[in-house]
């Protein structure tokens, strides 16, 4: 595996997910964060994993499936819950892709997925805003929906990104 310096170190995975993660990583990819799901698009009770790397998003679930987006630059993910169900939609455009699913017990894991990434290659700074848990967040930071001038990405002090446009 490539020497990242912002990488997770897969001794830290969930011993029960190692060794299938450590088979489908590329040689030049590197875990950058990943919480545990626990319900199946459809609604029913079933581990699985959903992995951020340097590439991809994966999603392995219990039954040895596992399912891949690519992170191109116009990928987005857009939390939401609804009676005790967290939502984790993959969004390209305006197009859901596909969608994790899991019990609020897993939401906080979910809610800080993707914005991990972004946050581990900037320093913490002080923000005027918090981006609302239902905002898609740009997986890629030179990215602003909301304009094209992007100032760029910071991490206030309770550990959300915001985008300054």
Avoid at 5 to 11: D, M, N, P
Avoid at 27 to 53: I, N, Q
Avoid at 63 to 70: A, C, L, N, P, V
């Amino acid at each position: 595996m490539a020497e990242n310096k912002h990488a997770v170190s897969l001794s830290l995975l969930p011993a029960v997910w190692r060794t299938r993660i450590e088979a489908l990583l590329r040689p030049e990819e590197s875990v950058r964060a990943c919480f545990e799901t626990d319900l199946t698009p459809d609604l029913r009770y079933a581990d699985g994993l959903a992995v951020l790397t340097t590439i991809r998003i994966l999603h392995l679930t219990q039954d040895e499936q596992t399912r891949e987006w690519g992170l191109v630059d116009a990928l987005m993910l857009r939390q939401t819950d609804y009676a005790g169900v967290g939502q984790l939609d993959i969004v390209l455009g305006e197009k859901r892709l596909d969608l994790l699913r899991f019990t609020l017990a897993r939401a906080v894991a979910a809610t800080h997925f993707a914005p991990s990434a972004i946050a581990r290659s900037i320093p913490p700074l002080a923000c005027a805003r918090c981006v609302p848990a239902n905002l898609p967040l740009p997986l890629r930071p030179e990215h602003c929906s909301d304009s094209g001038a992007l100032r760029g990405p910071t991490v206030c002090n309770c550990s959300v990104v915001s985008f300054l446009c």
